[in-house]
């Protein structure tokens, strides 16, 4: 044997490493060009634009590009200092500036996100800002008085720079004070943080239902015979090639007031003609609805990883003296564990973006966070929608994290 | 980006017949078609020029568009209240002298004569739409008459459906509670009023269901889901006019939103555009166009001059939100309120909703 | 010693059938005693009904009729947990999930075993197969004979009177197949339990049992001890499974005690031990090995028939020389010889004389 803390040499006396990687980097080139397509999709279609959308929810330049001069303002002076006449006469000089450049909406909505009522403000003190004379506070004051709140300043010091958490601050219920301080919006107003709660807990239901509903189909897929397995598995799938809202919609037809299923009950006697079950446009509605929608998303990989448990494990445990029971708990369920975990993640990432369904069947206090977010597209108050998808983003990926702590990614089987 | 505007607009100028002396850009379907059989046949055979209609989803889009890119191929657009004052606002409309609108047949200026806030800046309305309530008459023969009713479960029994959203409904609500329609948004501004507001709704919240596309209240009433619901007015009217369906409305309480005329900023024609709108919104020319569809004229002197529907046998009148019985408690909608309070109401309101 | 305690009804089969579609039978009355402490196999092609008797015994599968008794004790509607019988699978069925001494802790766990015990016996347990240093490995970090061993032990740790074998060596290659038969035989014998092995290798069976049980066609064609089985084969089916044989048919012309004459059909006379023929005239088929065939006349009985036969082919296998010959019309009579000094060198194409001892000629069934 040669020493073998001498480096090894290719026969004409290369260093081993470097021919092997010599060798290897055609190869890995080759992988890369072959990637590379995917890697520019991704890139251009996931990765952007949520880089945008990211951006989007900490950024914002409605107000801090037309407002010149107060922003000056701000800088020179701390927080907490009551705005004297310069600060007025900079708010004089932007209200003029926005009239000319027809800004004064954009640079209100700006501020109208973190104190309501005051988009109008701008627009109508803009209007009048040619006519504005020195002293500019008295000037001001006199066209509205709103603009001696100390709320509106500490909110225009904020936005007086583009980059800012105040769209992060809504979505958590807060609100600035005065002060510059931050505190929660009064309770009649807090709904984000309530509803992220909700969000997940039904989420976690919905994933917890599905996966009670789909283990013991998923069993049955494995165990049977191949041909009437593909059966029952076309079944299974038969939801996935029918358009979403048709399947909302059936629900719709099923479990309204007059629907199918009432009116079974009523003619069986069950349930009064008065007394019929509400079970859409509420929460319940929205678990049913989505429960069978992401039903075969747990069992697919279920089934996947059941198929590949040998019945042989089963009869061993018994033969070992386990019962049914034991054999189930001990052996033919942590078997399935990578399978669980992965249609649960799946299920439960789907339910925390759902939007359709509750939006068409979840009525008052079916609503999940997700409704939020397209309301807010809608009013085209993109920032606020940002943030809270980026905070909805957060919790998943947590969630990804806590699984790959507790289970282990590696793990995960989908199919 | 602007290139790719340019080359665009420039398409559709050449799509559009250069013999053309007005261009006017509508939403399609039959209320573009109100909109010809209205306004521009009438004015060219009074006037000899020729006026074009050109479609879009949504026309505050592409004339935002064709402004941004200096080439402006339209005349005139029809807007929403909303994208009205925006485009406004962003200085991309030419504004509008009321001035130059002819006054009524009686000689009410015009300024008078158009609902209260009708005419802004940059905007002529020109036909009404509501927001209002309906019910199934199977199961109200002694209908409901007021606002309240509509909140009063003990005298009307039966689920109710509304709009999901603050807009509308708050206002309804305040009516209801007996606030005079002109005081609705001066109470909303208030946190007591904004209360009120909801503690009217608190009463029928648990028999609500929420809607969210206009075509779903008719088939909520239609599937016997609810008793009540507020709509579009022009929904009800279909199903009831067209489709025999037992609805009625009740105008009690009534909010009313406009659509609008504006000119863009560098419009090819814009003398010729002025006169066409000046045409186009006067008495008679609004008054007609209720034979075609079933939304109100902006002006108050066109009421009485509102006939038949077009299927010869229905009586319009009765059926526009702008008609003199049903403007007797009505609230024109507040643009300025909702983009000041959109956000904090809708927060409240979901708060609210999603509270039990 | 293990014969001492040897009763020969520890496990028995009475009248026992099994159908599965309610049409054909796939085990047909079958009725087998097996002794305590007994090595038995159970030996057959796939479909013989083998395994269907040994899952019946394991509890996996219900005896459509008759009874399955352990110790005494009708078992056919105990569940196989509480039967305490050890089995090995042909595919191990180690549980993935578990490290090697979970795996073997898991039988003593449910038969609430405190942990000290636990941990004592499956130390003895995996010494017992040399397998003391794996106890935190996986199962998929072990080579596959080293997971035989601890489906062994796993089999073992709960000390069951008797264990049950499906195939257990199918999945090793040869040479570690033959040294496990070793061990297993090694440890039916030192530990004195009872086995039930299953196999559709004849060498395997051979080797390990104390008792072989050929089946085919639902049924036990033979219960004998390999040295049996091997040299009286009493039919024809059990002939061709164990061993090589050559087969020739005729007819029986003379029959007088344990001596028969049969006539080929093409027409020479050989010498053969009447198995399964009782008249002269009948049809039969004479089985014989072929290292019982002899070429030399000086190695025959006095009195033996010889009948012509054509060298085709020679084979060289090391320990034997395998010869290929024409005789009575067929191309595929074999003869081995023994690769000794002084061996007759034969050649292709050579014609010599051929012969056997009469008891080595067992005239069976024609088939």
Same mark, same amino acid.
């Given at each position: 044997?040669?020493?073998?803390?001498?480096?090894?040499?290719?026969?004409?006396?290369?260093?081993?490493?470097?021919?092997?990687?010599?060798?290897?980097?055609?190869?890995?080139?080759?992988?890369?060009?072959?990637?590379?397509?995917?890697?520019?999709?991704?890139?251009?279609?996931?990765?952007?634009?949520?880089?945008?959308?990211?951006?989007?929810?900490?950024?914002?330049?409605?107000?801090?590009?037309?407002?010149?001069?107060?922003?000056?303002?701000?800088?020179?002076?701390?927080?907490?200092?009551?705005?004297?006449?310069?600060?007025?006469?900079?708010?004089?000089?932007?209200?003029?500036?926005?009239?000319?450049?027809?800004?004064?909406?954009?640079?209100?909505?700006?501020?109208?996100?973190?104190?309501?009522?005051?988009?109008?403000?701008?627009?109508?003190?803009?209007?009048?800002?040619?006519?504005?004379?020195?002293?500019?506070?008295?000037?001001?004051?006199?066209?509205?008085?709103?603009?001696?709140?100390?709320?509106?300043?500490?909110?225009?010091?904020?936005?007086?720079?583009?980059?800012?958490?105040?769209?992060?601050?809504?979505?958590?219920?807060?609100?600035?004070?005065?002060?510059?301080?931050?505190?929660?919006?009064?309770?009649?107003?807090?709904?984000?943080?309530?509803?992220?709660?909700?969000?997940?807990?039904?989420?976690?239901?919905?994933?917890?239902?599905?996966?009670?509903?789909?283990?013991?189909?998923?069993?049955?897929?494995?165990?049977?015979?191949?041909?009437?397995?593909?059966?029952?598995?076309?079944?299974?799938?038969?939801?996935?090639?029918?358009?979403?809202?048709?399947?909302?919609?059936?629900?719709?037809?099923?479990?309204?007031?007059?629907?199918?299923?009432?009116?079974?009950?009523?003619?069986?006697?069950?349930?009064?003609?008065?007394?019929?079950?509400?079970?859409?446009?509420?929460?319940?509605?929205?678990?049913?609805?989505?429960?069978?929608?992401?039903?075969?998303?747990?069992?697919?990989?279920?089934?996947?990883?059941?198929?590949?448990?040998?019945?042989?494990?089963?009869?061993?445990?018994?033969?070992?003296?386990?019962?049914?029971?034991?054999?189930?708990?001990?052996?033919?369920?942590?078997?399935?564990?990578?399978?669980?975990?992965?249609?649960?993640?799946?299920?439960?990432?789907?339910?925390?973006?759902?939007?359709?369904?509750?939006?068409?069947?979840?009525?008052?206090?079916?609503?999940?966070?997700?409704?939020?977010?397209?309301?807010?597209?809608?009013?085209?108050?993109?920032?606020?929608?940002?943030?809270?998808?980026?905070?909805?983003?957060?919790?998943?990926?947590?969630?990804?994290?806590?699984?790959?702590?507790?289970?282990?990614?590696?793990?995960?089987?989908?199919? | 980006?602007?290139?790719?505007?340019?080359?665009?607009?420039?398409?559709?100028?050449?799509?559009?017949?250069?013999?053309?002396?007005?261009?006017?850009?509508?939403?399609?379907?039959?209320?573009?078609?109100?909109?010809?059989?209205?306004?521009?046949?009438?004015?060219?055979?009074?006037?000899?020029?020729?006026?074009?209609?050109?479609?879009?989803?949504?026309?505050?889009?592409?004339?935002?568009?064709?402004?941004?890119?200096?080439?402006?191929?339209?005349?005139?657009?029809?807007?929403?209240?909303?994208?009205?004052?925006?485009?406004?606002?962003?200085?991309?409309?030419?504004?509008?002298?009321?001035?130059?609108?002819?006054?009524?047949?009686?000689?009410?200026?015009?300024?008078?004569?158009?609902?209260?806030?009708?005419? %802004?800046?940059?905007?002529?309305?020109?036909?009404?739409?509501?927001?209002?309530?309906?019910?199934?008459?199977?199961?109200?023969?002694?209908?409901?008459?007021?606002?309240?009713?509509?909140?009063?479960?003990?005298?009307?029994?039966?689920?109710?459906?509304?709009?999901?959203?603050?807009?509308?409904?708050?206002?309804?609500?305040?009516?209801?509670?007996?606030?005079?329609?002109?005081?609705?948004?001066?109470?909303?501004?208030?946190?007591?009023?904004?209360?009120?507001?909801?503690?009217?709704?608190?009463?029928?919240?648990?028999?609500?269901?929420?809607?969210?596309?206009?075509?779903?209240?008719?088939?909520?009433?239609?599937?016997?889901?609810?008793?009540?619901?507020?709509?579009?007015?022009?929904?009800?009217?279909?199903?009831?006019?067209?489709?025999?369906?037992?609805?009625?409305?009740?105008?009690?309480?009534?909010?009313?939103?406009?659509?609008?005329?504006?000119?863009?900023?560098?419009?090819?024609?814009?003398?010729?555009?002025?006169?066409?709108?000046?045409?186009? %919104?006067?008495?008679?020319?609004?008054?007609?166009?209720?034979?075609?569809?079933?939304?109100?004229?902006?002006?108050?002197?066109?009421?009485?001059?509102?006939?038949?529907?077009?299927?010869?046998?229905?009586?319009?009148?009765?059926?526009?939100?702008?008609?003199?019985?049903?403007?007797?408690?009505?609230?024109?909608?507040?643009?300025?309120?909702?983009?000041?309070?959109?956000?904090?109401?809708?927060?409240?309101?979901?708060?609210?909703?999603?509270?039990? | 010693?293990?014969?001492?305690?040897?009763?020969?009804?520890?496990?028995?089969?009475?009248?026992?059938?099994?159908?599965?579609?309610?049409?054909?039978?796939?085990?047909?009355?079958?009725?087998?005693?097996?002794?305590?402490?007994?090595?038995?196999?159970?030996?057959?092609?796939?479909?013989?009904?083998?395994?269907?008797?040994?899952?019946?015994?394991?509890?996996?599968?219900?005896?459509?009729?008759?009874?399955?008794?352990?110790?005494?004790?009708?078992?056919?509607?105990?569940?196989?947990?509480?039967?305490?019988?050890?089995?090995?699978?042909?595919?191990?069925?180690?549980?993935?999930?578990?490290?090697?001494?979970?795996?073997?802790?898991?039988?003593?766990?449910?038969?609430?075993?405190?942990?000290?015990?636990?941990?004592?016996?499956?130390?003895?347990?995996?010494?017992?197969?040399?397998?003391?240093?794996?106890?935190?490995?996986?199962?998929?970090?072990?080579?596959?004979?080293?997971?035989?061993?601890?489906?062994?032990?796993?089999?073992?740790?709960?000390?069951?009177?008797?264990?049950?074998?499906?195939?257990?060596?199918?999945?090793?290659?040869?040479?570690?197949?033959?040294?496990?038969?070793?061990?297993?035989?090694?440890?039916?014998?030192?530990?004195?339990?009872?086995?039930?092995?299953?196999?559709?290798?004849?060498?395997?069976?051979?080797?390990?049992?104390?008792?072989?049980?050929?089946?085919?066609?639902?049924?036990?064609?033979?219960?004998?001890?390999?040295?049996?089985?091997?040299?009286?084969?009493?039919?024809?089916?059990?002939?061709?499974?164990?061993?090589?044989?050559?087969?020739?048919?005729?007819?029986?012309?003379?029959?007088?005690?344990?001596?028969?004459?049969?006539?080929?059909?093409?027409?020479?006379?050989?010498?053969?031990?009447?198995?399964?023929?009782?008249?002269?005239?009948?049809?039969?088929?004479?089985?014989?090995?072929?290292?019982?065939?002899?070429?030399?006349?000086?190695?025959?009985?006095?009195?033996?028939?010889?009948?012509?036969?054509?060298?085709?082919?020679?084979?060289?296998?090391?320990?034997?020389?395998?010869?290929?010959?024409?005789?009575?019309?067929?191309?595929?009579?074999?003869?081995?010889?023994?690769?000794?000094?002084?061996?007759?060198?034969?050649?292709?194409?050579?014609?010599?004389?051929?012969?056997?001892?009469?008891?080595?000629?067992?005239?069976?069934?024609?088939?």
């Amino acid at each position: 044997m040669t020493d073998t803390t001498a480096p090894l040499t290719t026969a004409d006396g290369r260093p081993l490493k470097a021919a092997l990687a010599a060798a290897q980097s055609r190869a890995r080139r080759k992988a890369f060009f072959l990637v590379a397509p995917l890697l520019l999709f991704v890139v251009v279609t996931f990765i952007i634009p949520i880089g945008q959308m990211l951006q989007r929810s900490v950024y914002h330049d409605g107000f801090s590009k037309e407002a010149l001069n107060l922003a000056a303002w701000f800088d020179a002076n701390p927080e907490g200092t009551a705005p004297d006449e310069a600060a007025f006469a900079a708010l004089a000089a932007d209200l003029r500036q926005m009239k000319d450049n027809k800004s004064a909406g954009e640079a209100g909505t700006r501020i109208n996100y973190t104190v309501p009522g005051t988009r109008s403000l701008f627009t109508s003190s803009a209007r009048g800002a040619d006519k504005l004379e020195p002293p500019f506070k008295e000037a001001l004051l006199a066209q509205d008085k709103k603009w001696g709140d100390p709320l509106i300043w500490s909110a225009m010091r904020a936005a007086s720079s583009p980059w800012t958490s105040d769209f992060y601050l809504i979505a958590t219920d807060r609100a600035r004070t005065a002060d510059g301080g931050i505190e929660q919006v009064p309770e009649k107003e807090r709904i984000y943080i309530w509803l992220f709660a909700k969000t997940f807990v039904l989420s976690a239901l919905i994933t917890g239902i599905c996966l009670l509903l789909a283990f013991p189909i998923a069993h049955l897929l494995a165990t049977l015979p191949m041909a009437r397995a593909n059966l029952l598995m076309i079944l299974v799938l038969l939801p996935f090639w029918t358009s979403l809202l048709v399947r909302t919609t059936s629900w719709i037809v099923l479990l309204q007031g007059q629907g199918v299923v009432n009116n079974i009950l009523v003619s069986l006697g069950l349930v009064s003609d008065d007394g019929r079950i509400t079970m859409i446009y509420n929460q319940t509605g929205t678990i049913i609805v989505m429960t069978h929608i992401l039903l075969p998303f747990m069992v697919l990989p279920l089934y996947s990883v059941m198929r590949t448990i040998k019945p042989s494990y089963a009869r061993a445990a018994r033969s070992l003296g386990a019962t049914s029971w034991t054999t189930f708990r001990r052996i033919y369920l942590p078997q399935t564990l990578p399978g669980i975990g992965a249609g649960a993640l799946l299920v439960f990432i789907l339910a925390v973006g759902y939007y359709i369904t509750p939006a068409l069947v979840g009525g008052a206090d079916g609503q999940l966070i997700s409704n939020l977010i397209q309301f807010h597209m809608s009013k085209s108050n993109w920032s606020l929608a940002a943030a809270l998808s980026g905070m909805l983003l957060l919790g998943v990926l947590l969630l990804y994290w806590l699984y790959d702590r507790l289970v282990g990614i590696d793990k995960l089987k989908l199919g | 980006m602007k290139k790719l505007l340019a080359v665009s607009t420039a398409l559709t100028a050449i799509a559009a017949p250069a013999l053309a002396d007005v261009t006017v850009m509508s939403w399609g379907g039959s209320y573009a078609t109100s909109q010809v059989e209205a306004y521009i046949k009438p004015y060219t055979a009074e006037t000899g020029v020729k006026v074009n209609m050109v479609d879009a989803d949504n026309p505050a889009t592409p004339v935002k568009a064709m402004v941004e890119a200096n080439n402006v191929t339209v005349d005139i657009a029809d807007v929403e209240y909303a994208d009205a004052i925006r485009l406004c606002d962003e200085g991309m409309l030419e504004e509008i002298d009321p001035a130059m609108l002819p006054p009524a047949p009686d000689g009410t200026p015009a300024t008078e004569d158009f609902l209260p806030g009708a005419l %802004t800046d940059c905007a002529v309305s020109t036909i009404v739409f509501s927001t209002v309530f309906a019910y199934d008459t199977s199961k109200f023969p002694e209908g409901p008459k007021s606002i309240a009713d509509f909140f009063d479960l003990e005298k009307f029994p039966g689920k109710r459906a509304m709009r999901k959203g603050a807009k509308a409904n708050l206002e309804m609500a305040l009516m209801a509670d007996g606030v005079p329609a002109a005081d609705v948004y001066a109470t909303l501004e208030t946190p007591e009023g904004v209360d009120r507001a909801f503690a009217t709704l608190d009463k029928i919240k648990k028999d609500t269901i929420w809607w969210e596309a206009g075509a779903q209240p008719p088939q909520l009433l239609a599937d016997g889901e609810v008793a009540m619901t507020t709509a579009y007015n022009g929904r009800i009217f279909a199903a009831a006019v067209t489709e025999g369906k037992p609805f009625a409305v009740v105008w009690d309480g009534q909010v009313y939103e406009y659509d609008l005329f504006v000119i863009p900023k560098g419009a090819p024609n814009l003398e010729e555009a002025k006169k066409f709108l000046a045409f186009a %919104t006067d008495t008679q020319r609004l008054a007609d166009q209720a034979k075609w569809i079933s939304y109100g004229p902006a002006r108050k002197s066109s009421g009485a001059l509102v006939g038949l529907f077009m299927d010869g046998k229905t009586e319009m009148g009765p059926h526009m939100p702008t008609s003199a019985e049903n403007l007797t408690n009505a609230l024109p909608s507040s643009y300025e309120f909702w983009v000041d309070r959109d956000s904090e109401l809708n927060e409240r309101f979901n708060a609210w909703l999603a509270a039990n | 010693m293990a014969s001492e305690t040897r009763s020969d009804d520890f496990v028995v089969f009475d009248h026992v059938q099994k159908s599965y579609d309610g049409v054909s039978l796939v085990v047909k009355d079958l009725n087998l005693n097996i002794g305590k402490g007994e090595f038995l196999t159970m030996l057959g092609p796939s479909g013989s009904g083998k395994t269907t008797c040994l899952m019946m015994l394991a509890g996996f599968e219900t005896a459509t009729h008759g009874e399955i008794r352990l110790d005494g004790r009708n078992i056919n509607l105990v569940p196989p947990h509480k039967r305490g019988i050890g089995m090995v699978f042909q595919n191990y069925a180690l549980f993935p999930h578990m490290t090697v001494g979970e795996n073997l802790s898991f039988p003593l766990e449910v038969r609430g075993m405190g942990k000290d015990e636990r941990e004592t016996k499956i130390k003895r347990a995996l010494d017992m197969v040399q397998m003391g240093a794996f106890a935190n490995r996986r199962p998929a970090q072990l080579s596959g004979g080293q997971q035989q061993r601890i489906a062994l032990a796993r089999a073992l740790v709960f000390d069951p009177a008797l264990v049950l074998m499906d195939e257990p060596l199918g999945a090793l290659d040869k040479q570690l197949r033959e040294h496990m038969q070793f061990e297993i035989k090694h440890l039916h014998e030192s530990l004195g339990i009872t086995v039930v092995y299953v196999t559709h290798d004849q060498g395997e069976a051979l080797t390990m049992s104390d008792r072989v049980a050929v089946f085919n066609d639902g049924r036990i064609q033979q219960l004998a001890p390999p040295a049996d089985l091997y040299e009286r084969p009493d039919n024809s089916f059990v002939a061709q499974f164990i061993g090589e044989n050559n087969k020739l048919t005729g007819a029986v012309e003379e029959l007088s005690g344990d001596k028969a004459l049969v006539r080929l059909s093409t027409g020479e006379l050989i010498d053969a031990t009447p198995v399964n023929v009782t008249a002269k005239g009948q049809q039969t088929l004479v089985s014989i090995r072929p290292e019982r065939v002899e070429f030399k006349p000086e190695m025959m009985p006095p009195g033996a028939h010889m009948i012509d036969a054509t060298v085709l082919e020679i084979i060289y296998m090391g320990d034997i020389l395998r010869a290929r010959l024409r005789v009575a019309g067929h191309d595929d009579f074999v003869m081995k010889m023994r690769n000794t000094i002084g061996q007759t060198k034969l050649s292709p194409g050579q014609q010599i004389k051929i012969g056997w001892h009469p008891a080595d000629a067992r005239a069976l069934d024609p088939m």
